[in-house]
């Protein structure tokens, strides 16, 4: 069993900058690929960013592509998305999803375990 627990959220101005975190419990951390997928008010949840289990593979919505930028620190058991350049439309609860499998993470069906999500809320 894997726990995921968010952090760093909150209310910004937009051209801002932010950084989550996804804080992992289980030994087996370092093998899952990871993911973040967020969701905007009244919106379905949707990909944003997924990673490798060794961090070498990385891939993006193209909402997101060139501002946001997904890592991991396998010793810490802890993956980051850091965004920058944050527009409104970046709204939404972000959450943290990992999968056993090696494939890239990009969809809700193939995550097995999530977090509880963390808002970001980016004002205009």
């Known amino acids: 069993q894997v726990q995921l627990v968010e952090s760093g959220g909150g209310l910004v101005q937009a051209g801002d900058s932010l950084r989550l975190s996804c804080a992992a419990s289980?030994?087996?951390?370092?093998?899952?690929?990871m993911a973040w997928f967020r969701q905007a008010p009244e919106k379905e949840r949707s990909f944003v960013a997924t990673?490798?289990?060794?961090?070498?593979?990385?891939f993006y919505a193209d909402s997101v592509k060139g501002r946001f930028t997904i890592a991991r620190d396998n010793a810490k058991n802890t993956v980051y998305l850091q965004m920058n350049s944050l527009k409104p439309e970046d709204t939404g609860i972000y959450y943290c999803a990992a999968t056993t499998s090696v494939r890239l993470l990009t969809t809700i069906q193939r995550s097995d375990y999530w977090g509880q999500g963390t808002q970001v809320t980016v004002s205009s």
């Open positions: 289980g030994r087996a951390f370092s093998s899952y690929s």
């Open positions: 990673i490798s289990w060794s961090g070498g593979n990385t």
